[in-house]
């Protein structure tokens, strides 16, 4: 009965920006007192920073957590938002993923393996990274293998894991969608180089195409509604002959990844 009325009135944050009624630094030591803290919690408030153990050591505590880190755990990374976006059977840019750089460069007999190469043009995607960092538009074998070498140090320094994708070209705009809490907000980033977003020269266009907008808002609402997402950022494209919009890509959150439509995709493997 204690901890139930301490509940309702605190509010526990290890967020440096959102207070809240108590504070606790992500980065700092903890101890049974903190544990206590996240106990009586009535709600915690986290970073996007925030360590997988801290998480989930915060959600078994405390029955009201933001956001919801849940799916970003589950499915990490450029890898894990394929393996999201085929679970949930979303539309999305013809993907195959690859856990290292060996499944990619050599067979592997012994495992009955052989290692599949993809058709140019195509987009290879560390898992990690964001702001376009990370993110390669490779036109030929020779410009694959610089790549290739990026992700071997990128698996040195602990990072592991990669996609590619078919290309999806003549797109000059993206739909960003921005989901925060219940809000839903939207605008287009506009570039008719390979790159979208802002940090690579994208502009942003928040009045265009209002409809189209509400579409692409009502369909990641959606999304949303199914697994519990309160804190991403979703881009969407819409084909030209179609109102319907596609995922190009998403971050789940400010970590989740790229889509296109089901009906453009072609074959784009080959083995070798």
């Known amino acids: 009965m204690e901890r139930d009325r301490k509940r309702k009135g605190v509010v526990l944050s290890f967020h440096p920006t959102l207070p809240g009624d108590r504070f606790i630094w992500e980065r700092g030591s903890l101890g049974p007192g903190e544990l206590e803290w996240v106990r009586e919690a009535r709600a915690v408030l986290l970073p996007q920073t925030v360590a997988r153990e801290l998480y989930y050591l915060v959600r078994y505590h405390c029955p009201a957590v933001f956001p919801n880190y849940d799916l970003r755990f589950r499915w990490e990374g450029k890898v894990g938002d394929t393996m999201l976006f085929w679970s949930l059977g979303v539309p999305h840019p013809e993907t195959r993923i690859y856990p290292r750089v060996e499944a990619l460069e050599h067979d592997h007999p012994a495992m009955d393996y ?3 190469q993809p058709l140019y043009p195509c987009v290879v995607k560390a898992s990690s990274g964001g702001e376009g960092s990370h993110t390669w538009l490779v036109r030929s074998r020779d410009e694959l293998a610089e790549v290739v070498h990026r992700l071997k140090e990128l698996e040195n320094e602990g990072y592991h894991g990669f996609v590619i994708q078919e290309y999806v070209g003549r797109v000059e705009r993206d739909l960003r969608v921005v989901i925060i809490g219940d809000q839903v907000l939207s605008y287009w980033r506009i570039n008719p180089g390979f790159y ?21 808002r009502e369909q990641v609402a959606r999304l949303c509604e199914r697994t519990g997402i309160n804190l ?8 030209r002959e179609a109102i319907s919009p596609f995922f190009w890509r998403s971050t789940i959150p400010l970590a ?17």
């Open 232 to 239: 991403a950022g979703f881009d969407l494209i819409f084909p």
């Open 256 to 272: 989740a990844r790229d889509w296109t439509a089901a009906g453009a995709t072609r074959n784009c493997w080959r083995r070798r």
């Open 114 to 116: 052989t290692a599949i």
């Open 196 to 216: 979208k977003n802002v940090a690579r020269g994208g502009e942003i266009d928040p009045e265009s195409d209002p409809e189209l907008q509400a579409i692409g």
